[in-house]
């Protein structure tokens, strides 16, 4: 079955960096789009990237410039390298995929970006 493990987060202070996994196993990653998505107390869920399978990516505006989605297909990974990290990037972030039209959730990695 498709499960998805992320690792990866922690406590950060402002302005500091965290590389978030994400691995994959139980379908034929290379063939999927990815997605990193982040969800703050009180929050809606909101997307933070995503990544074709073909390695085209697309960005929320809030974190444009910051943060890099890519993926290792070898590995069955897709990462998220997060830099310049604000207070309010502190959320749980998910990572996603499309699978024969049901979405598929990680657990999440909790990020804390405070002094």
């Known amino acids: 079955q498709v499960q998805l493990v992320e690792s990866g987060g922690g406590l950060v202070q402002p302005g500091g960096s965290l590389r978030l996994s994400c691995e994959a196993s139980?379908?034929?990653?290379?063939?999927?789009?990815m997605g990193w998505y982040r969800q703050a107390p009180g929050k809606q869920r909101e997307l933070v990237a995503t990544?074709?399978?073909?390695?085209?990516?697309n960005y929320g505006d809030s974190v444009k410039g910051r943060f890099t989605i890519s993926r290792d297909n070898a590995k069955n990974t897709v990462y998220l390298q997060m830099n310049s990290l604000k207070p309010e990037d502190t959320a749980v972030y998910l990572c996603?995929?499309?699978?024969?039209?049901?979405?598929?959730w990680g657990q999440g990695t909790q990020v804390t970006v405070s002094s």
């Open positions: 996603k995929t499309t699978r024969l039209s049901r979405n598929y």
């Open positions: 990544i074709t399978s073909g390695g085209f990516t």
């Open positions: 139980g379908f034929t990653f290379s063939s999927y789009g």
